[in-house]
Protein backbone atom coordinates (compact mmCIF):
# COMPACT_ATOMS: atom_id res chain seq x y z
CA UNK A 1 0.00 0.00 0.00
CA UNK A 2 1.09 3.31 -0.75
CA UNK A 3 1.73 5.75 2.11
CA UNK A 4 -0.62 8.77 1.60
CA UNK A 5 -0.52 12.14 3.49
CA UNK A 6 -3.73 13.48 4.43
CA UNK A 7 -4.27 16.99 5.61
CA UNK A 8 -6.87 16.79 8.26
CA UNK A 9 -7.89 19.99 10.62
CA UNK A 10 -8.99 19.85 14.16
CA UNK A 11 -9.40 22.62 17.11
CA UNK A 12 -7.13 22.06 19.81
CA UNK A 13 -9.78 20.72 22.34
CA UNK A 14 -9.35 17.70 24.56
CA UNK A 15 -12.05 15.62 21.74
CA UNK A 16 -9.69 15.87 19.05
CA UNK A 17 -7.34 13.21 20.68
CA UNK A 18 -9.07 10.02 18.65
CA UNK A 19 -7.09 12.16 15.28
CA UNK A 20 -4.08 13.37 17.50
CA UNK A 21 -3.35 10.12 19.00
CA UNK A 22 -4.14 8.11 15.76
CA UNK A 23 -0.91 9.80 14.20
CA UNK A 24 1.09 10.21 17.11
CA UNK A 25 0.34 6.23 18.44
CA UNK A 26 0.63 4.84 14.87
CA UNK A 27 -2.49 3.87 14.34
CA UNK A 28 -2.54 5.82 11.32
CA UNK A 29 0.99 4.37 10.19
CA UNK A 30 -1.01 1.20 10.13
CA UNK A 31 -3.83 2.00 7.53
CA UNK A 32 -0.26 3.46 5.51
CA UNK A 33 -1.61 7.07 5.80
CA UNK A 34 -0.05 10.07 7.66
CA UNK A 35 -2.41 12.84 9.22
CA UNK A 36 -0.93 16.34 8.53
CA UNK A 37 -2.78 17.61 11.29
CA UNK A 38 -3.58 21.61 11.20
CA UNK A 39 -5.10 23.35 13.71
CA UNK A 40 -7.68 25.70 13.24
CA UNK A 41 -8.12 29.02 14.14
CA UNK A 42 -11.93 29.01 14.76
CA UNK A 43 -14.43 26.42 13.88
CA UNK A 44 -15.25 29.03 10.42
CA UNK A 45 -12.01 28.61 9.33
CA UNK A 46 -12.00 24.61 10.20
CA UNK A 47 -15.54 24.58 8.16
CA UNK A 48 -14.38 26.91 5.16
CA UNK A 49 -10.47 24.93 4.51
CA UNK A 50 -12.45 21.76 3.94
CA UNK A 51 -15.06 23.27 2.33
CA UNK A 52 -12.58 24.50 -0.50
CA UNK A 53 -10.51 21.49 0.14
CA UNK A 54 -7.53 22.63 1.96
CA UNK A 55 -8.21 19.36 3.94
CA UNK A 56 -9.70 16.18 3.23
CA UNK A 57 -11.50 15.72 6.65
CA UNK A 58 -11.91 17.52 9.64
CA UNK A 59 -12.92 17.51 13.57
CA UNK A 60 -16.01 18.97 13.69
CA UNK A 61 -18.80 19.89 15.69
CA UNK A 62 -21.82 17.71 14.85
CA UNK A 63 -24.61 19.74 13.86
CA UNK A 64 -22.20 21.76 11.13
CA UNK A 65 -22.65 19.35 8.95
CA UNK A 66 -26.29 19.13 9.13
CA UNK A 67 -26.88 22.94 9.71
CA UNK A 68 -24.97 23.47 6.13
CA UNK A 69 -27.22 20.64 4.55
CA UNK A 70 -30.16 22.92 6.05
CA UNK A 71 -28.80 25.64 3.85
CA UNK A 72 -27.86 27.46 7.35
CA UNK A 73 -24.63 29.51 8.01
CA UNK A 74 -22.05 31.33 6.05
CA UNK A 75 -21.02 29.03 3.52
CA UNK A 76 -22.38 26.56 1.43
CA UNK A 77 -21.25 22.74 0.38
CA UNK A 78 -22.43 19.36 0.94
CA UNK A 79 -20.71 17.86 4.15
CA UNK A 80 -20.87 14.29 5.13
CA UNK A 81 -20.02 12.82 9.10
CA UNK A 82 -18.76 9.45 8.28
CA UNK A 83 -18.39 8.71 12.07
CA UNK A 84 -18.35 9.94 15.28
CA UNK A 85 -15.58 11.19 17.07
CA UNK A 86 -16.63 11.69 20.47
CA UNK A 87 -19.96 11.66 22.81
CA UNK A 88 -20.59 14.27 25.70
CA UNK A 89 -17.76 15.97 27.25
CA UNK A 90 -19.03 19.79 27.27
CA UNK A 91 -19.74 21.63 30.33
CA UNK A 92 -21.86 24.23 31.81
CA UNK A 93 -20.36 26.79 33.98
CA UNK A 94 -21.06 30.37 35.50
CA UNK A 95 -19.40 33.02 36.30
CA UNK A 96 -17.93 34.24 40.03
CA UNK A 97 -21.30 36.68 40.74
CA UNK A 98 -23.74 33.86 39.87
CA UNK A 99 -21.50 31.00 41.80
CA UNK A 100 -21.80 33.28 44.75
CA UNK A 101 -25.44 33.73 44.28
CA UNK A 102 -25.63 29.94 44.34
CA UNK A 103 -23.68 29.43 47.35
CA UNK A 104 -25.60 31.91 48.92
CA UNK A 105 -28.65 29.99 48.64
CA UNK A 106 -26.95 26.89 49.76
CA UNK A 107 -26.35 24.93 46.31
CA UNK A 108 -24.97 21.62 46.76
CA UNK A 109 -23.23 21.84 43.04
CA UNK A 110 -23.85 18.62 42.55
CA UNK A 111 -23.00 18.51 38.78
CA UNK A 112 -25.32 15.85 38.12
CA UNK A 113 -29.26 17.06 38.39
CA UNK A 114 -29.97 19.66 35.45
CA UNK A 115 -33.46 20.05 37.25
CA UNK A 116 -32.14 21.17 40.36
CA UNK A 117 -29.62 23.43 38.41
CA UNK A 118 -31.89 24.97 36.41
CA UNK A 119 -34.12 25.85 39.64
CA UNK A 120 -30.84 27.52 41.64
CA UNK A 121 -30.03 29.74 38.17
CA UNK A 122 -33.88 30.86 38.28
CA UNK A 123 -33.62 32.12 41.40
CA UNK A 124 -30.14 33.22 41.51
CA UNK A 125 -30.96 35.21 38.33
CA UNK A 126 -33.57 38.44 37.64
CA UNK A 127 -33.14 39.74 34.18
CA UNK A 128 -31.65 37.24 30.89
CA UNK A 129 -28.83 35.29 31.21
CA UNK A 130 -26.09 35.12 29.10
CA UNK A 131 -24.53 32.60 27.54
CA UNK A 132 -21.16 32.05 25.91
CA UNK A 133 -21.03 29.12 23.55
CA UNK A 134 -18.42 28.11 20.98
CA UNK A 135 -20.58 28.60 17.71
CA UNK A 136 -24.04 29.06 16.50
CA UNK A 137 -24.34 25.38 15.50
CA UNK A 138 -22.98 23.65 17.86
CA UNK A 139 -24.44 20.55 20.31
CA UNK A 140 -23.72 23.63 23.05
CA UNK A 141 -26.37 25.38 21.68
CA UNK A 142 -28.70 23.03 21.93
CA UNK A 143 -28.10 20.95 25.03
CA UNK A 144 -28.73 24.72 26.15
CA UNK A 145 -31.83 25.40 24.55
CA UNK A 146 -32.97 21.90 25.46
CA UNK A 147 -32.60 22.36 28.97
CA UNK A 148 -34.04 25.93 29.46
CA UNK A 149 -37.16 25.21 27.31
CA UNK A 150 -37.62 22.45 29.64
CA UNK A 151 -37.16 23.38 33.05
CA UNK A 152 -37.90 26.58 35.75
CA UNK A 153 -35.50 28.62 33.51
CA UNK A 154 -37.86 28.60 30.37
CA UNK A 155 -36.83 29.56 26.72
CA UNK A 156 -36.76 32.88 26.76
CA UNK A 157 -34.47 33.06 29.98
CA UNK A 158 -31.54 33.29 28.16
CA UNK A 159 -29.09 35.22 25.34
CA UNK A 160 -26.69 32.87 23.09
CA UNK A 161 -23.31 34.75 21.82
CA UNK A 162 -20.59 33.09 20.20
CA UNK A 163 -17.52 33.75 21.93
CA UNK A 164 -14.23 31.24 21.14
CA UNK A 165 -13.57 29.07 23.67
CA UNK A 166 -9.99 30.46 24.71
CA UNK A 167 -11.30 33.46 25.24
CA UNK A 168 -14.46 32.18 27.62
CA UNK A 169 -12.59 32.88 30.68
CA UNK A 170 -11.98 36.62 28.95
CA UNK A 171 -15.53 37.11 28.21
CA UNK A 172 -16.12 36.38 31.76
CA UNK A 173 -14.04 38.57 33.24
CA UNK A 174 -15.19 41.33 31.08
CA UNK A 175 -19.03 40.96 31.96
CA UNK A 176 -19.85 40.02 28.59
CA UNK A 177 -21.33 37.00 29.73
CA UNK A 178 -22.47 35.05 32.47
CA UNK A 179 -22.32 31.56 32.05
CA UNK A 180 -21.11 29.37 29.42
CA UNK A 181 -21.25 25.99 27.55
CA UNK A 182 -18.13 24.88 26.30
CA UNK A 183 -15.97 21.48 25.48
CA UNK A 184 -12.89 20.88 27.95
CA UNK A 185 -10.52 22.07 28.83
CA UNK A 186 -11.65 25.33 28.36
CA UNK A 187 -14.54 24.96 31.25
CA UNK A 188 -11.18 23.93 33.37
CA UNK A 189 -9.00 26.42 32.15
CA UNK A 190 -12.36 28.97 33.73
CA UNK A 191 -11.80 27.10 37.50
CA UNK A 192 -8.35 26.99 37.27
CA UNK A 193 -8.50 30.77 36.65
CA UNK A 194 -10.98 31.56 39.36
CA UNK A 195 -13.54 33.16 37.41
CA UNK A 196 -16.28 30.69 37.90
CA UNK A 197 -17.64 27.44 38.73
CA UNK A 198 -19.03 24.24 36.30
CA UNK A 199 -22.68 23.68 37.00
CA UNK A 200 -23.30 20.49 34.86
CA UNK A 201 -21.78 18.03 32.40
CA UNK A 202 -23.63 17.83 28.92
CA UNK A 203 -24.79 14.60 29.63
CA UNK A 204 -26.38 15.69 32.42
CA UNK A 205 -29.24 16.83 29.87
CA UNK A 206 -28.70 14.18 27.25
CA UNK A 207 -26.31 11.14 27.96
CA UNK A 208 -25.97 10.22 24.30
CA UNK A 209 -25.10 13.24 22.47
CA UNK A 210 -22.58 12.87 19.36
CA UNK A 211 -20.36 15.83 20.13
CA UNK A 212 -17.86 15.85 17.63
CA UNK A 213 -17.66 14.43 14.30
CA UNK A 214 -15.39 13.43 11.65
CA UNK A 215 -16.29 14.99 8.49
CA UNK A 216 -15.19 15.34 4.71
CA UNK A 217 -16.70 16.68 1.48
CA UNK A 218 -19.76 14.43 0.31
CA UNK A 219 -17.85 13.80 -2.80
CA UNK A 220 -14.21 13.24 -1.45
CA UNK A 221 -16.33 10.42 0.43
CA UNK A 222 -17.67 9.12 -2.24
CA UNK A 223 -14.66 9.38 -4.84
CA UNK A 224 -12.16 8.38 -2.83
CA UNK A 225 -13.24 5.03 -0.68
CA UNK A 226 -9.98 3.78 -0.29
CA UNK A 227 -8.58 6.50 2.10
CA UNK A 228 -12.03 6.87 3.94
CA UNK A 229 -11.82 3.51 4.82
CA UNK A 230 -7.92 4.02 5.94
CA UNK A 231 -8.93 7.18 8.11
CA UNK A 232 -11.97 5.92 9.63
CA UNK A 233 -10.29 2.23 10.48
CA UNK A 234 -6.69 4.40 11.75
CA UNK A 235 -9.25 6.21 13.70
CA UNK A 236 -11.18 3.45 15.39
CA UNK A 237 -7.91 2.27 16.52
CA UNK A 238 -7.22 5.21 18.23
CA UNK A 239 -10.48 5.73 19.89
CA UNK A 240 -10.04 1.62 21.05
CA UNK A 241 -6.63 2.56 22.83
CA UNK A 242 -8.23 6.02 24.34
CA UNK A 243 -10.68 3.63 25.42
CA UNK A 244 -8.17 2.17 27.88
CA UNK A 245 -7.69 3.23 31.58
CA UNK A 246 -3.96 2.70 31.40
CA UNK A 247 -3.71 4.76 28.20
CA UNK A 248 -4.86 7.99 30.12
CA UNK A 249 -1.92 9.29 31.23
CA UNK A 250 -0.10 8.92 28.04
CA UNK A 251 -2.90 10.69 26.20
CA UNK A 252 -2.74 13.72 28.37
CA UNK A 253 1.06 13.82 27.73
CA UNK A 254 0.51 13.99 24.08
CA UNK A 255 -2.30 16.05 24.43
CA UNK A 256 -0.60 19.18 25.81
CA UNK A 257 1.90 19.33 24.12
CA UNK A 258 3.20 22.57 22.41
CA UNK A 259 1.44 21.99 19.00
CA UNK A 260 -1.61 20.78 20.22
CA UNK A 261 -3.05 22.20 23.22
CA UNK A 262 -0.84 23.49 25.00
CA UNK A 263 -1.66 23.13 28.32
CA UNK A 264 -1.05 21.36 31.33
CA UNK A 265 -1.73 17.45 30.95
CA UNK A 266 -3.06 17.25 34.87
CA UNK A 267 -5.87 20.15 33.39
CA UNK A 268 -6.75 17.69 30.22
CA UNK A 269 -6.52 14.28 32.24
CA UNK A 270 -9.85 15.75 34.43
CA UNK A 271 -12.13 15.49 30.93
CA UNK A 272 -10.41 11.78 29.95
CA UNK A 273 -10.85 10.48 33.91
CA UNK A 274 -14.30 12.13 34.68
CA UNK A 275 -12.82 13.67 37.92
CA UNK A 276 -13.80 17.38 37.54
CA UNK A 277 -12.64 19.81 39.63
CA UNK A 278 -15.71 22.64 39.77
CA UNK A 279 -14.61 25.69 41.47
CA UNK A 280 -11.63 27.31 43.08
CA UNK A 281 -13.25 25.57 46.48
CA UNK A 282 -11.52 22.80 45.19
CA UNK A 283 -14.94 20.20 44.91
CA UNK A 284 -14.64 17.31 42.93
CA UNK A 285 -17.08 15.38 41.70
CA UNK A 286 -16.62 11.69 39.18
CA UNK A 287 -18.18 11.65 36.37
CA UNK A 288 -18.44 8.45 34.80
CA UNK A 289 -18.46 8.54 30.69
CA UNK A 290 -17.90 12.52 30.71
CA UNK A 291 -16.37 12.03 27.39
CA UNK A 292 -16.75 8.94 25.55
CA UNK A 293 -14.63 7.54 22.33
CA UNK A 294 -15.30 4.26 21.82
CA UNK A 295 -17.72 0.75 22.82
CA UNK A 296 -20.96 0.42 22.70
CA UNK A 297 -21.31 1.72 18.73
CA UNK A 298 -20.00 5.27 20.28
CA UNK A 299 -18.47 6.27 16.83
CA UNK A 300 -21.50 5.09 14.84
CA UNK A 301 -23.29 8.00 13.06
CA UNK A 302 -26.83 6.88 14.14
CA UNK A 303 -29.48 9.07 11.35
CA UNK A 304 -31.29 8.99 14.29
CA UNK A 305 -29.54 11.90 15.94
CA UNK A 306 -28.55 13.86 12.65
CA UNK A 307 -32.74 13.82 12.65
CA UNK A 308 -32.78 15.00 16.38
CA UNK A 309 -30.27 17.92 15.53
CA UNK A 310 -32.08 18.87 11.90
CA UNK A 311 -35.67 18.51 13.88
CA UNK A 312 -33.81 21.29 16.72
CA UNK A 313 -32.08 23.79 13.96
CA UNK A 314 -35.14 23.54 12.09
CA UNK A 315 -37.47 24.41 14.81
CA UNK A 316 -35.07 27.28 16.10
CA UNK A 317 -34.61 29.12 12.91
CA UNK A 318 -38.21 28.54 11.88
CA UNK A 319 -37.66 26.58 8.65
CA UNK A 320 -39.51 23.19 7.58
CA UNK A 321 -36.78 20.29 7.38
CA UNK A 322 -36.90 16.85 5.48
CA UNK A 323 -35.39 15.35 7.80
CA UNK A 324 -35.07 12.41 5.91
CA UNK A 325 -32.60 14.23 3.91
CA UNK A 326 -30.85 15.85 6.85
CA UNK A 327 -30.06 12.46 8.14
CA UNK A 328 -28.63 11.06 5.01
CA UNK A 329 -25.68 13.81 6.56
CA UNK A 330 -24.79 10.84 9.02
CA UNK A 331 -23.52 8.14 6.20
CA UNK A 332 -23.82 4.95 9.04
CA UNK A 333 -23.69 3.42 5.18
CA UNK A 334 -19.67 4.64 4.57
CA UNK A 335 -19.65 3.40 8.31
CA UNK A 336 -20.83 -0.08 7.88
CA UNK A 337 -19.04 -0.53 4.22
CA UNK A 338 -15.59 0.25 5.65
CA UNK A 339 -15.51 -1.26 9.16
CA UNK A 340 -16.49 -4.63 8.21
CA UNK A 341 -12.62 -5.00 7.93
CA UNK A 342 -12.41 -4.62 11.71
CA UNK A 343 -14.05 -6.16 14.56
CA UNK A 344 -16.32 -3.02 15.19
CA UNK A 345 -19.89 -4.49 16.14
CA UNK A 346 -22.30 -2.60 14.00
CA UNK A 347 -25.86 -2.17 15.12
CA UNK A 348 -28.20 -3.84 12.92
CA UNK A 349 -30.38 -0.59 12.49
CA UNK A 350 -29.11 2.97 11.46
CA UNK A 351 -31.70 4.37 13.43
CA UNK A 352 -32.76 4.09 16.68
CA UNK A 353 -35.59 5.91 19.64
CA UNK A 354 -33.26 8.50 21.16
CA UNK A 355 -33.59 8.81 24.76
CA UNK A 356 -35.33 5.58 25.00
CA UNK A 357 -32.31 3.32 26.78
CA UNK A 358 -32.03 3.41 30.45
CA UNK A 359 -29.85 0.88 30.85
CA UNK A 360 -27.53 -0.82 29.10
CA UNK A 361 -29.34 -2.88 26.57
CA UNK A 362 -28.08 -5.45 24.17
CA UNK A 363 -29.35 -4.88 20.68
CA UNK A 364 -29.48 -6.39 17.21
CA UNK A 365 -25.68 -6.54 15.16
CA UNK A 366 -23.18 -8.01 13.36
CA UNK A 367 -21.51 -9.63 16.27
CA UNK A 368 -24.30 -10.25 18.38
CA UNK A 369 -22.66 -8.49 21.18
CA UNK A 370 -23.35 -4.86 21.00
CA UNK A 371 -24.62 -3.32 24.33
CA UNK A 372 -25.56 0.37 24.02
CA UNK A 373 -25.25 2.37 26.64
CA UNK A 374 -28.13 4.29 28.64
CA UNK A 375 -28.95 8.14 26.46
CA UNK A 376 -31.71 9.18 28.59
CA UNK A 377 -32.40 13.44 27.73
CA UNK A 378 -33.06 14.53 31.49
CA UNK A 379 -36.43 15.21 31.32
CA UNK A 380 -37.22 11.12 30.37
CA UNK A 381 -38.39 12.50 26.35
CA UNK A 382 -38.26 9.79 23.76
CA UNK A 383 -37.34 11.74 20.07
CA UNK A 384 -38.93 9.20 17.59
CA UNK A 385 -37.21 9.72 14.30
CA UNK A 386 -40.13 8.38 12.44
CA UNK A 387 -42.88 11.27 14.15
CA UNK A 388 -40.98 14.25 15.89
CA UNK A 389 -43.27 16.00 17.73
CA UNK B 1 -26.75 57.06 -8.67
CA UNK B 2 -25.69 54.03 -6.02
CA UNK B 3 -25.08 54.43 -2.26
CA UNK B 4 -21.96 54.66 -1.18
CA UNK B 5 -20.74 51.21 0.75
CA UNK B 6 -20.40 50.84 4.37
CA UNK B 7 -16.99 48.20 4.98
CA UNK B 8 -16.34 47.30 8.66
CA UNK B 9 -12.56 46.08 9.08
CA UNK B 10 -12.14 43.68 11.90
CA UNK B 11 -8.51 44.25 13.32
CA UNK B 12 -6.99 44.51 16.37
CA UNK B 13 -3.55 45.37 15.16
CA UNK B 14 -3.18 48.91 15.14
CA UNK B 15 -0.38 49.54 12.50
CA UNK B 16 -2.23 46.70 10.11
CA UNK B 17 -5.52 48.37 10.70
CA UNK B 18 -4.45 51.77 9.66
CA UNK B 19 -2.97 50.24 6.40
CA UNK B 20 -5.89 48.50 5.43
CA UNK B 21 -8.52 51.27 6.35
CA UNK B 22 -6.55 53.84 4.45
CA UNK B 23 -6.09 51.69 0.85
CA UNK B 24 -9.83 50.83 1.17
CA UNK B 25 -10.67 54.79 1.66
CA UNK B 26 -7.97 55.27 -1.29
CA UNK B 27 -9.56 53.09 -3.54
CA UNK B 28 -13.31 53.68 -4.17
CA UNK B 29 -15.86 55.30 -3.23
CA UNK B 30 -16.44 53.31 0.41
CA UNK B 31 -17.34 54.13 3.92
CA UNK B 32 -15.19 52.12 6.03
CA UNK B 33 -15.50 51.67 10.18
CA UNK B 34 -12.87 49.91 12.30
CA UNK B 35 -13.37 47.38 15.29
CA UNK B 36 -10.31 46.54 16.99
CA UNK B 37 -11.75 44.81 20.36
CA UNK B 38 -13.33 41.63 19.71
CA UNK B 39 -16.19 41.87 22.96
CA UNK B 40 -19.53 41.94 21.72
CA UNK B 41 -17.78 42.11 18.21
CA UNK B 42 -21.34 40.85 16.56
CA UNK B 43 -23.53 43.81 18.37
CA UNK B 44 -21.02 46.52 17.20
CA UNK B 45 -20.74 45.28 13.40
CA UNK B 46 -24.78 45.17 13.38
CA UNK B 47 -24.89 48.89 14.60
CA UNK B 48 -23.16 49.92 11.44
CA UNK B 49 -25.04 47.64 9.22
CA UNK B 50 -22.26 47.05 6.94
CA UNK B 51 -22.48 45.74 3.24
CA UNK B 52 -18.76 44.09 3.77
CA UNK B 53 -16.94 42.67 6.52
CA UNK B 54 -13.24 42.17 6.14
CA UNK B 55 -11.50 39.83 8.92
CA UNK B 56 -8.70 38.29 8.89
CA UNK B 57 -9.23 34.42 8.35
CA UNK B 58 -7.10 33.72 11.30
CA UNK B 59 -8.20 35.79 13.58
CA UNK B 60 -10.49 33.18 16.25
CA UNK B 61 -13.01 35.92 16.96
CA UNK B 62 -14.62 35.19 13.01
CA UNK B 63 -16.43 32.71 14.53
CA UNK B 64 -18.71 35.74 16.08
CA UNK B 65 -19.68 36.73 12.35
CA UNK B 66 -21.63 33.38 12.02
CA UNK B 67 -24.43 35.07 14.19
CA UNK B 68 -24.60 37.44 11.53
CA UNK B 69 -25.61 34.96 8.93
CA UNK B 70 -28.68 34.34 10.73
CA UNK B 71 -31.15 36.96 10.19
CA UNK B 72 -32.83 37.26 13.81
CA UNK B 73 -35.50 40.38 12.65
CA UNK B 74 -37.28 41.25 9.78
CA UNK B 75 -35.15 44.31 9.37
CA UNK B 76 -31.61 42.48 9.47
CA UNK B 77 -29.76 41.94 6.51
CA UNK B 78 -27.95 38.45 6.77
CA UNK B 79 -24.59 37.97 5.60
CA UNK B 80 -22.70 35.37 3.78
CA UNK B 81 -19.65 34.52 3.56
CA UNK B 82 -18.20 35.54 -0.07
CA UNK B 83 -18.06 32.59 -1.97
CA UNK B 84 -16.56 32.78 -5.69
CA UNK B 85 -19.93 32.44 -7.75
CA UNK B 86 -20.38 35.17 -10.88
CA UNK B 87 -16.56 36.49 -8.98
CA UNK B 88 -14.96 33.65 -10.26
CA UNK B 89 -11.71 33.20 -8.20
CA UNK B 90 -12.23 36.28 -6.46
CA UNK B 91 -13.24 33.92 -3.04
CA UNK B 92 -10.08 31.65 -3.88
CA UNK B 93 -7.55 34.27 -4.04
CA UNK B 94 -9.01 36.18 -0.67
CA UNK B 95 -8.44 32.83 1.25
CA UNK B 96 -5.16 32.77 0.15
CA UNK B 97 -4.29 36.38 1.03
CA UNK B 98 -5.79 35.39 4.60
CA UNK B 99 -9.04 37.55 4.34
CA UNK B 100 -12.36 36.29 5.06
CA UNK B 101 -15.06 38.52 4.00
CA UNK B 102 -18.73 38.94 4.53
CA UNK B 103 -21.00 40.29 2.21
CA UNK B 104 -24.45 41.52 2.46
CA UNK B 105 -27.36 39.37 0.99
CA UNK B 106 -28.50 40.25 -2.54
CA UNK B 107 -24.93 42.83 -3.25
CA UNK B 108 -23.76 42.58 -7.09
CA UNK B 109 -20.53 41.34 -7.30
CA UNK B 110 -19.04 43.96 -9.39
CA UNK B 111 -19.63 46.37 -6.24
CA UNK B 112 -17.78 43.65 -4.07
CA UNK B 113 -14.66 43.38 -6.80
CA UNK B 114 -13.24 46.51 -6.03
CA UNK B 115 -13.26 46.39 -2.10
CA UNK B 116 -12.11 42.61 -2.60
CA UNK B 117 -9.09 43.14 -4.85
CA UNK B 118 -8.14 46.32 -2.47
CA UNK B 119 -8.39 43.93 0.79
CA UNK B 120 -6.39 40.88 -0.86
CA UNK B 121 -3.90 43.32 -1.78
CA UNK B 122 -3.49 44.72 1.40
CA UNK B 123 -3.73 41.32 3.55
CA UNK B 124 -1.35 39.52 1.08
CA UNK B 125 1.45 41.94 1.89
CA UNK B 126 1.24 41.21 5.77
CA UNK B 127 0.64 38.42 5.18
CA UNK B 128 4.17 38.10 3.26
CA UNK B 129 5.57 39.90 6.17
CA UNK B 130 4.39 38.16 8.38
CA UNK B 131 5.68 35.13 6.94
CA UNK B 132 8.86 36.29 6.41
CA UNK B 133 9.42 37.21 10.29
CA UNK B 134 8.53 33.32 10.81
CA UNK B 135 11.14 32.62 8.36
CA UNK B 136 13.51 34.64 9.81
CA UNK B 137 13.13 33.87 13.51
CA UNK B 138 13.07 29.79 12.69
CA UNK B 139 16.41 30.59 10.84
CA UNK B 140 17.73 32.31 14.53
CA UNK B 141 16.12 29.23 16.93
CA UNK B 142 18.31 26.85 14.07
CA UNK B 143 21.33 28.45 14.32
CA UNK B 144 21.53 28.38 17.96
CA UNK B 145 20.17 24.49 18.35
CA UNK B 146 23.19 23.80 15.66
CA UNK B 147 26.39 26.05 17.80
CA UNK B 148 24.91 24.39 20.15
CA UNK B 149 25.07 20.80 18.66
CA UNK B 150 28.84 21.71 17.64
CA UNK B 151 29.15 22.56 21.07
CA UNK B 152 28.92 19.24 22.40
CA UNK B 153 30.38 17.39 19.49
CA UNK B 154 33.47 19.73 20.33
CA UNK B 155 33.58 18.49 23.78
CA UNK B 156 32.36 15.04 23.07
CA UNK B 157 34.83 14.30 20.52
CA UNK B 158 37.55 17.21 20.76
CA UNK B 159 37.46 18.40 17.19
CA UNK B 160 37.68 21.86 15.66
CA UNK B 161 34.22 23.38 14.77
CA UNK B 162 34.49 22.77 11.22
CA UNK B 163 34.92 19.14 11.94
CA UNK B 164 31.98 19.24 14.02
CA UNK B 165 29.87 20.60 11.51
CA UNK B 166 30.90 18.35 8.94
CA UNK B 167 29.73 15.50 11.28
CA UNK B 168 26.47 17.22 11.81
CA UNK B 169 26.00 17.36 7.96
CA UNK B 170 26.92 14.49 6.84
CA UNK B 171 24.65 12.40 9.56
CA UNK B 172 21.86 14.39 8.31
CA UNK B 173 22.75 13.63 4.73
CA UNK B 174 23.03 10.08 4.99
CA UNK B 175 19.19 10.22 7.27
CA UNK B 176 17.97 12.32 4.69
CA UNK B 177 17.36 14.86 7.17
CA UNK B 178 17.74 18.48 8.11
CA UNK B 179 21.04 19.39 9.86
CA UNK B 180 18.84 21.55 12.40
CA UNK B 181 17.08 18.22 13.09
CA UNK B 182 19.65 16.41 13.73
CA UNK B 183 21.55 18.97 15.82
CA UNK B 184 18.26 19.37 17.80
CA UNK B 185 17.94 15.49 18.25
CA UNK B 186 21.27 15.31 19.64
CA UNK B 187 20.84 18.96 21.93
CA UNK B 188 17.83 16.79 23.46
CA UNK B 189 19.42 13.66 23.87
CA UNK B 190 22.55 15.63 25.60
CA UNK B 191 19.94 17.19 27.79
CA UNK B 192 18.22 13.36 28.78
CA UNK B 193 21.87 11.72 29.33
CA UNK B 194 23.58 14.61 31.12
Redesign the interface.
Known amino acids: MRRVTLPVAYMPLVDAAPLIIAQEMGFAEDEAIALDLIAA ?5 LR ?1 MLG ?1 G ?1 VDAAHMLSPVPVAMGLG ?5 ASLAAISVLSVNGNVIGIGRPLEDKLRAQGYGFDFADARAAASALKSASSGKLVFGV ?4 SMHVELLRYWVERTALGADSIEI ?4 P ?2 MAE ?1 LE ?1 G ?1 IDAFCVGEPWGSVVVDRGLGALLLPGKAIWQGAPEKVLATRTDWAETEPDLVGRLMRAVWQSSRWLAKPESRIAAAEILSRQRYLDLPAELIDRALSGRMILSGHGEQRQCDDFLRFHGAAASFPWRSQAKWIAHRLARA ?1 GLSADLNTAARVFRSDLYRQHMTQTDADLPGASEKLEGAIHHPTAVGSTRGRLNLLPDRFFDGAVFDPDAPE | MQNRLTVVVVEEDRDRAIGIVDALKESGDCEVFLIAHHSALARKIAAHAPDIVLIDIDNPTRDMMEELTLASGPLDRPVAMFVSGAAGGLAQAAIEAGVSAYVVDGLAPERVKPVMDTAIARFSMVRRMRQELAETRRALEERKVIDRAKGLLMKAKGIDEDAAYALLRKTAMDQGRKVADVAEALVTAAGLLG
Open positions: PSWSSDFRLGGMTPFPFRTVPPLAADH
